[in-house]
């Protein structure tokens, strides 16, 4: 999903970060390709598809001009043991990123003995596993690592799991999303993390975190949220985090986001039900100064205290994305 939101609205967005996710338009509306070769078969991804796809959406105005992408950064990663999202399919990602993105810009990490999950440094499942709630505790801090590729020179977090100075929101997200026949599998709520600093501070910078298949909010609550370690780094580093949040749906029965067609055929291109979502997101909170006072009445304020993680059970989360059902 966050390939897909760089590459329809490469106009307002800087870089994206990929943990176990394939190329652009890979699923191409199908979902056997999408429990395929988009996870577990690369070899049968032809990338000048692909390629030939984003070149043709440019060119009737569906996606924004690729040109933008030449400045963007990205990061990359692919655990050593992830058999739901192979290597492979990481590494096509990679080639795709090459037609638009200069390789110098292009960072990635292939060694970790990890299983598919997000990784994180302090919390979650041993590394070698993926189970819920997809979240691996790795002692690798890949939401500090995928953030600093993005915007460069941020100050990392000495430690994770405490208290912040900002709080997480919860907002209404059906304010945001766009009309339409057919399912959008949004839930009716969703999170933002804002650094206090950020309520009186214009400059502040905006990141959107998707969670991935059986972490959305109807199945852990907040806890992907909370545990992932992104809003240590925004603490530290002025960055407001969103993290919107899909339900499940006839079609997309673990809750994913749409990355293979299940909501329209439009589903990767500008005019896609959840990608006019987060671009409404997105507007609504850059294009103010105080994003609280704007939505507050939208939002519900508690303290962000993040809970220790038990001894025996390090917890973690993700914006990996599971295998969807058939």
Same mark, same amino acid.
């Given at each position: 999903?966050?390939? #897909?939101?760089?590459?329809?609205?490469?106009?307002?967005?800087?870089? %994206?970060?990929?943990?176990?996710?394939?190329?652009?338009?890979?699923?191409?509306?199908?979902?056997?390709?999408?429990?395929?070769?988009?996870?577990?078969?690369?070899?049968?991804?032809?990338?000048?598809?692909? +390629?030939?796809? $984003?070149?043709?959406?440019?060119?009737?105005?569906?996606?924004?001009?690729?040109?933008?992408?030449?400045?963007?950064?990205?990061?990359?990663?692919?655990?050593?043991?992830?058999?739901?999202? &192979?290597?492979?399919? &990481?590494?096509?990602?990679?080639?795709?990123?090459?037609?638009?993105?200069?390789? /110098?810009? +292009?960072?990635?990490?292939?060694?970790?003995?990890?299983?598919?999950?997000?990784?994180?440094?302090?919390?979650?499942?041993?590394?070698?596993?993926?189970?819920?709630?997809?979240?691996?505790?790795?002692?690798?801090?890949?939401?500090?690592?995928?953030?600093?590729?993005?915007?460069?020179?941020?100050?990392?977090?000495? /430690?994770?799991?405490?208290?912040?100075?900002?709080?997480?929101?919860?907002?209404?997200?059906?304010?945001?999303?766009?009309?339409?026949?057919?399912?959008?599998?949004?839930?009716?709520?969703?999170? +933002?993390? &804002?650094?206090?600093?950020?309520?009186?501070? %214009?400059?502040?910078?905006?990141?959107?975190?998707?969670?991935?298949?059986?972490?959305?909010?109807?199945?852990?609550?907040?806890?992907?949220?909370?545990?992932?370690?992104?809003?240590?780094?925004?603490?530290?580093?002025?960055?407001?985090?969103?993290?919107?949040?899909?339900?499940?749906?006839?079609?997309?029965?673990?809750?994913?986001?749409?990355?293979?067609?299940? $909501?329209?055929?439009?589903?990767?291109?500008?005019?896609?039900?959840?990608?006019?979502?987060?671009?409404?997101?997105?507007?609504?909170?850059? /294009?103010?100064?105080? +994003?609280?006072?704007?939505?507050?009445? #939208?939002?519900?304020?508690?303290?962000?205290?993040?809970?220790?993680?038990?001894? $025996?059970?390090?917890?973690?989360? $993700?914006?990996?994305?599971?295998?969807?059902?058939?």
């Amino acid at each position: 999903m966050a390939v #897909q939101v760089q590459v329809a609205y490469s106009s307002r967005i800087m870089g %994206a970060g990929t943990l176990a996710g394939g190329p652009y338009h890979c699923a191409q509306g199908s979902t056997l390709k999408a429990v395929g070769e988009c996870s577990d078969e690369p070899e049968k991804i032809v990338l000048d598809d692909l +390629i030939a796809f $984003t070149y043709e959406a440019e060119a009737s105005g569906d996606i924004d001009p690729v040109s933008n992408l030449a400045d963007d950064h990205v990061y990359l990663f692919s655990g050593t043991l992830d058999t739901t999202v &192979v290597q492979g399919v &990481v590494k096509q990602l990679e080639s795709y990123y090459t037609e638009f993105i200069p390789l /110098s810009q +292009i960072a990635t990490k292939y060694d970790v003995a990890a299983d598919f999950a997000m990784i994180t440094e302090h919390y979650g499942n041993a590394c070698d596993t993926s189970r819920t709630p997809y979240i691996n505790d790795c002692d690798l801090p890949e939401a500090f690592n995928l953030l600093n590729q993005i915007y460069g020179n941020l100050q990392e977090p000495l /430690s994770y799991g405490g208290v912040l100075s900002g709080q997480l929101l919860e907002f209404d997200q059906t304010e945001l999303e766009p009309s339409g026949v057919g399912t959008s599998s949004l839930d009716d709520t969703g999170y +933002i993390y &804002v650094p206090d600093k950020c309520n009186d501070y %214009a400059g502040c910078k905006v990141h959107i975190v998707f969670h991935g298949c059986d972490q959305g909010r109807e199945v852990l609550v907040d806890e992907f949220a909370l545990n992932s370690g992104y809003n240590e780094v925004a603490d530290l580093n002025n960055i407001i985090v969103v993290y919107p949040q899909a339900v499940s749906s006839i079609g997309n029965t673990r809750g994913c986001f749409d990355w293979w067609g299940y $909501t329209n055929a439009s589903y990767d291109l500008k005019s896609g039900r959840q990608m006019e979502f987060v671009k409404n997101i997105i507007d609504r909170v850059v /294009s103010v100064y105080g +994003i609280c006072e704007v939505m507050e009445s #939208q939002l519900v304020h508690y303290q962000c205290v993040l809970p220790e993680p038990e001894p $025996t059970l390090p917890v973690v989360s $993700t914006t990996c994305i599971p295998r969807p059902a058939v």
